[in-house]
């Protein structure tokens, strides 16, 4: 199984401040990742594949990165809205697995 | 695309509980599903899929041999039976659709969750 493992699990950023999220991964996934966000009493939503592709609606204020082992989310300019959880996913190999996910509060 | 989960609640060590999403907007048949739940102040994690044709299906090693996924076309409606239940199962259980990309899958909608707690 591989291990997905997010950094920091807690990031304080003010509005409008760059943020940089990151997702290692215990073995080579390629580009084989995504991000999803989870706001407040929200479901999650996909943000993001293919490591640096927006999905659908995503704003183009979040910006992915990375292959192999190491990426990044940055979110450029933190809006307030942008303030949750968001979590990495590989769909290298099976069993599909998460991150535990970074939560970006606003400080 | 809208997915609306139900069925959870309080049970007791050892009880079962059967969950259940309402599936509207598209076709089970059409894409494969998947339940994932999200322990507090946990990461997410896949408990059970199953393929678009319902010919396949996956559990995690921790739900393998207590849970069963199961659905219904007609009602297009997923179920999650959980017996057996422990107090490590205790999570909020969403319902997502799952997008194929490359070898494996996204998980594209969800729904908002319901929550299941084990405790005596």
């Known amino acids: 199984e591989i291990v997905m493992t997010q950094s920091p699990a807690t990031l304080s950023v003010s509005p409008g401040e760059r943020a940089t999220l990151s997702c290692r991964a215990s073995q080579s996934i390629s580009s084989d990742l995504a991000w999803y966000q989870q706001k407040p009493g929200q479901a999650p939503r996909l943000l993001m594949f293919g490591a640096s592709t927006r999905a659908a609606g995503t704003p183009a204020r979040f910006i992915g990165g990375g292959s192999g082992t190491e990426f990044t989310l940055t979110i450029s300019s933190l809006q307030s809205e942008d303030f949750a959880v968001y979590s990495c996913q590989q769909y290298k190999n099976w069993p599909l697995t998460f991150g535990g996910g970074t939560k970006v509060e606003i400080k | ?120």
């Open chain 2, 1 to 120: 695309v809208q997915l609306l989960e139900s069925g959870g609640g309080l049970i007791q060590p050892g009880g079962s509980l059967r969950l259940s999403c309402v599936a509207s907007g598209f076709s089970l048949t059409t894409y494969p599903m998947s339940w994932v739940r999200q322990a507090p102040g946990k990461g997410l994690e896949r408990v059970a899929g199953i393929s678009d044709d319902g010919g396949t299906t996956f559990y995690a090693d921790s739900v393998q041999g207590r849970f069963i996924i199961s659905r219904d076309i007609f009602k297009s409606t997923l179920y999650l039976e959980m017996n057996s239940l422990r107090d490590e199962d205790t999570a909020r259980y969403y319902c997502a659709k799952n997008r194929p990309i490359h070898s494996g899958l996204l998980f594209d909608s969800w729904g908002q969750g319901t929550l299941v707690t084990v405790a005596s």
